[in-house]
């Protein structure tokens, strides 16, 4: 029995076989696609093939150059490959007859020619399937747009280890096959650990080399409210960690009880408390853990694990449903914020140096006009059937929102012209996740309808730290007097303005840190439905003034430590 300690990504406590997933593998997708489809997917797969032997021969040009003539013929056959009209003719035929995505059935041919070649003892031929293997993994990436992909193949519940899981890896895992995972690197609120807490699969990520450590099949209990993992537990442990599960299943029950009761303070503050989705599939969640609305819909994962854009109709559909499932409920639709750890294959855009500093989210929207319209004005549409408000992601300063409504504003017009109806005041909402927008809020205040502050970010911009970086995790902190500092201001601007301010980012969910939010202001909370009847419950369990007094005593500690140790011994009492 080993024992590690890794980095608390989304709680909850698994046990399972591990499944072992090397930087090289490929996750293929099984998805089924209609008829209308096919000759799309028939698109892709030339496309695909076009780009493999571009790659080839561009590789071949430099093998040429640097190792000489005899070294670059290699790769001839390598472009045989590619010419094989028996394997083209064959994923083609199987494409019309079965109806699943062009990646799969790629896949699974490409298996069949490896096993059927792996059988025949003949050199020749074991080269060629050599060949066969290396030229089909390159057209795979390119099918799937991305080096790894989803875990669909998966059959029994597995715990997944990986050296990284992208947030659209980690999009495709389902409960039903993925009891947990861990990683070798990343970090609490990177985008991987935000969508495993959505999709309430337990994760520990940072653990340095646990897939040197662990290989597939072995048992493992993952703790990812404690950030440990434990590799082929003794009978003791097991049992000991099986206790525990049953034991955190009473606490969160006690909290479910408060689902469906208003989050108020014990003396009368109401307080709006809202849900975060990254995809609608987590409507039944929103539900079950009783959030009024949705504040924050993260829509760039709308836009992963596909090669094509989405389409103005296909946004307007997805944000309609959205709308109309939450009824009554608000629903703030953050327009696309691509770039950071979230990289779209549709866009031909050069991994930067800095990428969070980089050409990102609003940034990209601003430079790329027409495609933000798309998002626009499908949101704009979709107003009409429910209570929709959109927000702007990593908003500077005055002049980006000021060209994001200019931008808004065509998109009505447009739609107007047309005689398409849409709310024209629908709200329009500023992420506040820079310090340059913290710290002139007051300007911003004045030209938006309401804020929603982006912890995951303004913190890792406020305190220089990389969100996704395990080794910096330590100074990673919410409670910090800097982050205290700006949340405030932020929401002091807002009130003088007279709007409402929200927070978003996964500060909102740090329990004991909810009662200084509390304190100082804030009017809605949004944070992953799992999370939410443990808030709804501390709120209803203290006061306004209680938490008015906790807030100033905490602006006045010297360290975030001293700030986090007081408030939980504050939130101990209140719970008791
Ligand atoms: C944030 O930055 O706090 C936020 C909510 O947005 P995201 O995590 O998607 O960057
Ligand atoms: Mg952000």
């Known amino acids: 029995m080993l024992k590690f300690k890794g980095i608390a990504a989304a709680p909850g406590i698994s046990v399972g076989k591990a499944l072992r997933i090397d930087k090289e593998d490929l996750i293929v997708p099984k998805t089924a696609i209609r008829q209308e489809d096919v000759p799309f997917q028939i698109q892709l797969f030339e496309e695909a093939l076009i780009q493999t032997r571009r790659e ?19 790769f001839d056959a390598h472009l045989l490959v590619l010419e094989d009209r028996m394997l083209i003719e064959e994923v083609i035929s199987r494409l019309k007859n079965e109806l699943l995505n062009v990646a799969y059935i790629f896949h699974e041919v490409l298996k069949k020619y490896i096993d059927v070649f792996s059988k025949i003892e003949d050199e020749y031929l074991k080269e060629r399937m050599a060949d066969v293997n290396d030229v089909g993994k390159r057209v795979l990436r390119s099918l799937l747009g991305k080096k790894r992909t989803l875990l669909d193949d998966v059959k029994e519940k597995v715990i997944v280890v990986a050296h990284d899981l992208s947030p659209s890896d980690t999009a495709s895992m389902h409960k039903k096959n993925v009891a947990g995972f861990v990683t070798d690197i990343g970090g609490k609120t990177s985008h991987t650990a935000i969508m495993a807490k959505s999709l309430e699969i337990p994760a520990v990520v940072g653990i340095d080399d646990i897939t040197a450590r662990v290989k597939s099949g072995d048992l493992l209990i993952i703790d990812g409210s404690m950030g440990m993992v434990i590799l082929n537990p003794d009978e003791e442990t097991l049992s000991e960690y ?7 299943r009473g606490i969160a029950e006690r909290f479910l009880t408060v689902k469906d009761l208003p989050a108020v303070t014990t003396d009368g503050k109401e307080i709006e408390l809202n849900a975060n989705i990254e995809l609608p599939d987590e409507i039944p969640s929103i539900k079950l853990h009783g959030a009024k609305g949705v504040g924050l819909y993260r829509t760039e994962f709308f836009y992963m694990n596909r090669r094509d854009l989405p389409t103005e109709e296909e946004h307007y559909q997805e944000y309609k449903y959205v709308a109309e499932q939450m009824g009554d409920g ?9 770039g950071g750890d979230k990289f779209l294959s549709q866009f031909e855009i050069p991994r930067e140096m800095q990428h969070f500093l980089g050409w990102r989210a609003i940034r990209f929207c601003l430079a790329r006009p027409e495609i933000f319209k798309v998002q626009l004005r499908a949101i704009l549409r979709a107003s009409v059937h429910g209570k929709l408000k959109l927000m702007y992601p990593m908003i500077s300063g005055i002049e980006e929102l000021r060209q994001a409504n200019k931008i808004l504003e065509e998109s009505k017009e447009e739609l107007r012209k047309e005689g398409i109806p849409f709310d024209n005041n629908i709200g329009v909402g500023v992420m506040i996740e820079i310090p340059s927008a913290a710290i002139t809020a007051d300007i911003l205040a004045k030209e938006a309808d309401f804020f929603s502050i982006g912890t995951n970010d303004l913190i890792q911009y406020s305190l220089a730290v990389d969100r ?30 007279g709007i409402w301010v929200g927070m978003c980012g996964e500060m909102a969910s740090e329990s004991a840190l909810a009662l200084i939010l509390l304190g100082l202001g804030l009017d809605e909370f949004s944070m992953p439905p799992a999370a939410l009847p443990e808030l709804k419950y501390i709120i209803r369990s203290v006061s306004l003034v209680q938490a008015q007094e906790i807030a100033r005593k905490a602006m006045t500690f010297l360290t975030g430590k001293e700030v986090e140790e007081f408030c939980q011994l504050k939130l101990r009492e209140i719970l008791r």
């Open 56 to 74: 080839i021969i561009e590789l071949q040009k430099r093998i040429a150059t640097e190792m000489g003539q005899d070294q670059a013929q290699i």
């Open 242 to 248: 099986q206790q525990e599960e049953i034991k955190l």
């Open 330 to 338: 608000q629903v703030v639709i953050r327009t696309l914020d691509l």
């Open 468 to 497: 996704t970086n395990e080794k910096v995790a330590y100074l990673y902190e919410p409670a910090h007097p800097a982050v205290l500092r700006m949340v405030k201001n932020i929401i002091d601007s807002a009130h003088s303005a």
